[in-house]
């Protein structure tokens, strides 16, 4: 009895190596059959292959197609706030002596024009407590809108020469520099921010006097309406 139970045993387990093996050669058949169509079938022709055997597996319940497929939903950028207004600007700044600010705005731009005399030391490009928290409040308001902004700095034509200022280009950039650093610290995306060194270009008064020469030291703040941008 032992004997024949074993032989039956053996016969049962000998048929299984059959199936593996035809599972084998379906995988290798089909391996093969995809390097073929790799190499050696045009492209179009293996496209219109695949999708008709797609299209077969789909009858059938297997594979969906590409209609069946939910349309990828849209990347949704983050909400951005509306660009700034001059009434915002002006609420940020109301601790300013208005003689030291001035604030143009247009459809395309906003432009905040800051007496250097008023935010910076004779020579230098250091700001005063009072006059960064001034500052860090304009920052804070121009934060999160995605709006380009280009800082400029003015000196008279009188010229400087020292070990931190060269030129008074040097000391038109490092102020208009000040301004965008302190602007970052509030939130200001630095990819949106340019500063510019403009030395005594672009004069706004005549150089010939005193008056004149306060009216063109100054840094302009230009906030561009027309390009609002998210890099998130």
Do not use: C
């Not at 016969?11 to 290798?28: F, N, Q």
């Not at 610290?185 to 630095?190: A, H, L, Q």
């Not at 005193?210 to 998130?232: C, E, H, M, Q, W």
């Amino acid at each position: 009895m032992s004997r024949r139970r074993r032989g039956h045993d053996e016969g049962s387990h000998g048929g299984a190596w059959k199936i593996a093996l035809a599972d084998l050669m379906t995988v290798l058949m089909v391996f093969f059959l995809v390097m073929w169509l790799m190499a050696a079938v045009d492209p179009k022709e293996r496209d219109a292959f695949v999708q008709s055997i797609s299209g077969e597996m789909v009858e059938s319940g297997d594979v969906p197609t590409l209609d069946m497929v939910p349309p990828q939903t849209e990347i949704v950028q983050l909400d951005l706030k509306p660009p700034v207004s001059k009434a915002e600007i002006e609420a940020s700044m109301k601790e300013i002596n208005p003689k030291d600010i001035s604030i143009e705005d247009t459809e395309e731009y906003t432009r905040i024009t800051l007496k250097s005399d008023s935010f910076f030391e004779s020579a230098r490009a250091t700001i005063s407590d009072s006059t960064r928290e001034q500052l860090e409040k304009l920052g804070e308001t121009l934060a999160g809108r995605g709006q380009y902004i280009t800082i400029a700095g003015y000196t008279d034509n009188l010229p400087i020469n020292n070990f931190q200022f060269p030129s008074n280009w040097e000391l038109s950039a490092a102020r208009a520099a000040t301004v965008a650093r302190t602007f970052i610290d509030m939130g200001v995306d630095k990819r949106l921010l340019t500063i510019e060194g403009k030395a005594d270009n672009d004069e706004v008064a005549p150089n010939t006097t005193a008056y004149g020469r306060s009216l063109n030291r100054r840094v302009v703040i230009t906030v561009d309406k027309l390009t609002p941008v998210s890099f998130d």
